[in-house]
């Protein structure tokens, strides 16, 4: 599966601080699967960059996609 394609698989996530002085970004999905990762706040920033371009690239496709289409 590539970062592009859809999935069926449904996951829960959390973000917030440790007491560690860390982000956490922890994942929970179908199967017991349980995912904490922790990055130190400059890391944190740069992913909600990503975050932001990634969602302004999206809606731009969106936007140009023909109307009545889902797909």
Do not use: C, H
């Not at 996951?11 to 440790?18: D, F, L, R, S, V």
């Not at 002085?21 to 699967?33: P, S």
């Amino acid at each position: 599966m590539g970062i592009d394609k859809q999935s069926d698989i449904a996951a829960n996530i959390q973000i917030g601080p440790t007491d560690l002085g860390m982000v956490r970004i922890y994942i929970e999905a179908e199967g017991g699967i349980e995912l904490p990762l922790d990055f130190d706040p400059e890391e944190a920033e740069e992913i909600a960059e990503e975050l932001r371009a990634a969602a302004e690239a999206a809606r731009a496709m969106g936007d140009s996609r023909p109307k009545g289409k889902t797909r």
